[in-house]
């Protein structure tokens, strides 16, 4: 008895849910990258976006340094005479850092949750400054247009 054989063409929905996700995660990542070059100059920066800029500093760029410093601390410190197993174990130790910085995170989250605090409120501390910065330009942007004497 011959079993029947079935084509399915294109993708189903959570295949392509998944499939999304890839380009967003680039793209976030690709901002993250982008911004972290101009994180490290927030005192430069006019106010009060200097401000804003040096929030994310702390939230973003302290912990990938701290996990940078991690991987230069091991390659620095050769602890075998083999490169190779040194450099597995700077890639082991980057894990562990970026791990208990999650797991830190976690806890963090899990404790300000157990004190009543909503993701929105933790969302908003993130995001805050951001919407900020971007309606103090936008109405600076109108203000100087509406005020423009050309």
């Given at each position: 008895m011959a079993q029947p054989i079935y084509i399915v063409r294109g993708f189903s929905n959570t295949e392509?849910?998944?499939i999304s996700l890839i380009p967003a995660v680039a793209a976030l990542w690709l901002g993250i990258y982008w911004l972290y070059k101009y994180f490290n100059y927030w005192p430069s920066i006019s106010e009060p976006y200097n401000f804003i800029t040096e929030s994310y500093y702390y939230l973003i760029v302290i912990?990938?340094?701290?996990?940078?410093?991690v991987w230069a601390h091991i390659v620095q410190y050769e602890l075998t005479i083999y490169p190779n197993v040194?450099?597995?174990t700077s890639i082991l130790g980057?894990?562990?850092c970026a791990?208990?910085?999650n797991k830190a995170l976690k806890f963090s989250f899990f404790l300000l949750t157990q004190l009543g605090v909503r993701f929105s409120h933790i969302a908003l501390v993130f995001f805050g400054p951001a919407f900020f910065g971007i309606f103090w330009y936008?109405?600076?942007?109108?203000?100087?247009?509406?005020?423009?004497?050309?």
């Open positions: 392509a849910g998944h912990p990938i340094d701290f996990c940078i410093a040194n450099l597995i980057i894990i562990t791990l208990l910085i936008l109405g600076g942007f109108v203000l100087a247009w509406l005020f423009a004497t050309h």
